[in-house]
């Protein structure tokens, strides 16, 4: 398969997941979120509410509250990429003695939001490989009522309920996320991918964390909602390559960097 010139990219967002783990030792009082454009393309928004927890928004910048984002280190957080495959939204959500990295990556290419069955699925396998050879362990579809995947409409836009887990010893700084629940949102010319990580034993927590993100969603459609997800025998192209690699990039950064801050916390 070939591999898209900007994957080239990727070992320099090597373990974007680490970050977050040092959340999970910061705890602080709710604060709400409001309605965030997340996507200036597509008019994609989201709100980023949960109940009774706190939302730290730390992209897009213009919305950082410091309230919310006590104790975590900002100053930190590096710019996400831009251009066709880019970072929209990064959020740490701290509820109770759990935490949830989310995070909204979008994908640009000429009509990639025209995906059946086959793609769907093959996206999902291709980012299963992927996730593996970076985690370095084996990763799973954590299949749903016997289902790969769950199509589900919002707002009258189609969107893919999918999520996966990772076998990672318990205590393993990765593990904290290394289990997800994923969304894509099609758009005419974009895909956008919504990511809820966690710790697997939080997995199922992570999925109510996403569905009360997910309902929020509003988006113009630009897709014919009727053939999405349809069955077509079609060829898996390079377009839901490119989207499985965006989607391990807007992830495995966060492992490197939440080393790299635990390193510094433990000289000082």
């Not at 680490?18 to 393309?41: G, I, K, N, W």
């Not at 509250?65 to 006590?70: G, I, R």
């Not at 025998?233 to 377009?239: D, E, K």
Request: hydrophobic content about 45%.
């Amino acid at each position: 398969m070939i591999q898209p010139t900007w994957a080239a990219k990727l070992p320099a967002w090597r373990g974007v997941c680490r970050f977050a783990q040092l959340c999970f030792l910061l705890m602080a009082p709710a604060v709400l979120a409001e309605r965030v454009t997340v996507d200036s393309e597509t008019k994609l928004s989201l709100d980023f509410s949960i109940k009774e927890a706190t939302s730290c928004i730390l992209v897009p910048d213009a919305k950082y509250d410091a309230q919310a984002c006590e104790g975590i280190p900002r100053r930190n957080v590096p710019a996400p990429p831009e251009g066709e495959h880019s970072v929209r939204a990064l959020v740490i959500v701290r509820q109770s003695d759990q935490v949830f990295v989310v995070t909204l990556t979008s994908v640009r290419r000429p009509g990639i939001g025209e995906m059946y069955d086959q793609h769907i699925r093959g996206f999902i396998q291709a980012t299963l490989k992927q996730l593996s050879q970076d985690f370095g362990a084996p990763v799973h579809a954590v299949q749903d009522a016997g289902k790969l995947f769950t199509l589900q409409t919002v707002g009258g836009v189609p969107v893919v309920r999918w999520a996966y887990t990772t076998e990672l010893p318990e205590a393993s700084e990765q593990a904290h996320t290394a289990s997800a629940a994923i969304y894509l949102i099609p758009s005419q010319d974009a895909l956008d991918i919504l990511s809820i990580n966690t710790h697997r034993r939080n997995l199922d927590a992570a999925k109510g964390v996403g569905e009360q993100v997910i309902s929020t969603l509003q988006v113009p459609l630009t897709v014919d909602a009727g053939q999405f997800g349809a069955d077509m025998a079609w060829a898996l192209g390079l377009r839901i390559g490119a989207a499985g690699v965006a989607l391990v990039v807007a992830i495995v950064l966060w492992v490197w960097l939440w080393r790299r801050f635990k390193k510094r916390h433990v000289q000082a």
